[in-house]
């Protein structure tokens, strides 16, 4: 078992082989026998080693689905996905446990990800535990390292998820989700239970995980200002389907699709609103103060 590693960043990311790459992905859901739902419809994507990736798009767009169907925990009805080279779809048992430690997902709402009865350091070590990675004593270690990783102490790890504040708890689902070295973290809206100072203090503590780790992050985001803190590249989506692809700047600077558009002006009401609210309550403060 090695050790956490650190590695040299700033290598071109989109260069490099990807890690996973996903070419004409569809899903649909069977609801009945008559009715089906397209959830995903031909999209395209590339994980590239030490890239962050931004998933856009309003509730319904298929953003989830398309971050199952990149990990194998949903069959796609057309497309591939091939991870190495290798059609997913086609892995022998042995291959998908090394699949499965290679991507790990952070999800939205880490108090339901925790165990209720269970500690935070048996959650965060559990992933070992299942896979049958390292001895008892091995796992310890990297749980430790782990949690020095995230910023929690020994003793936040020994209580209840119930004990802890939600950043901590999102904290200890990101340690776990580590623990096995995967090289891909999929963050599904794992900031969106947080207030705003707290998504600001988690998103930063993804980016400093990612240099540190070499990680690649997939950030999926109803919020763009969200994704567009953390993304090099996005991909807008639609009704399932990728309606504008490109780097975070290209999109943000000059959307070319009117969805887009619509979402950025969204952002720039609600950025606007909030502000005006910042500003009236400061402003309030003032005047209980004088
Ligand atoms: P998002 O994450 O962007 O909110 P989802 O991927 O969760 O979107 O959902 C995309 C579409 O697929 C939605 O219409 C949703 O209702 C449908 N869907 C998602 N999961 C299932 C499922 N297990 N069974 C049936 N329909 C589903
Ligand atoms: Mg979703």
Redesign the pocket.
């Known amino acids: 078992m090695t050790a956490v590693h650190t590695a040299p960043t700033g290598e071109a990311a989109n260069s490099a082989e990807p890690i996973i790459r996903a070419r004409n992905v569809s899903?649909e859901?069977?609801?009945n026998r008559k009715s089906t739902?397209?959830?995903?419809s031909g999209v395209s994507i590339d994980v590239t080693p030490r890239s962050s990736v931004g998933?856009i798009?309003?509730?319904?767009?298929?953003?989830?689905?398309?971050?199952?169907a990149l990990l194998g925990l949903?069959p796609v009805s057309s497309g591939t996905v091939e991870w190495e080279g290798q059609d997913i779809s086609r892995l022998t048992a042995a291959q998908m446990r090394r699949f499965r430690t290679t991507a790990q997902m952070v999800f939205q709402d880490p108090h339901s990800s925790l165990d209720p009865r269970r500690r935070i350091l048996t959650s965060i070590i559990e992933p070992l535990t299942v896979l049958g990675i390292g001895s008892k004593s091995e796992r310890q270690e990297r749980a430790e390292q782990m949690l020095s990783l995230v910023g929690l102490r020994m003793d936040q790890a020994m209580r209840f998820p119930h004990q802890l504040s939600g950043g901590q708890k999102q904290r200890a689902c990101i340690a776990r989700a580590l623990i096995v070295e995967p090289k891909i973290l999929v963050c599904?809206?794992s900031v969106a239970a947080l207030d705003v100072a707290l998504q600001a203090e988690i998103l930063n503590l993804l980016s400093d995980l990612r240099d540190k780790l070499d990680l690649a992050l997939v950030f999926?985001s109803?919020d763009l200002s969200v994704v567009a803190h953390i993304s090099d590249r996005m991909h807008v989506?639609y009704l399932?389907e990728t309606v504008e692809e490109g780097t975070t700047e290209q999109i943000t600077a000059s959307p070319q699709h009117e969805y887009t558009t619509t979402l950025l002006a969204s952002q720039l009401t609600v950025d606007g609103q909030q502000r005006e609210r910042a500003d009236k309550a400061a402003q309030t403060a003032q005047e209980a103060r004088s």
């Open positions: 899903v859901f069977k609801l739902v397209q959830a995903v998933l798009g309003e509730s319904g767009s298929g953003k989830s689905t398309l971050a199952r949903v599904d809206e999926i109803h989506m399932g």
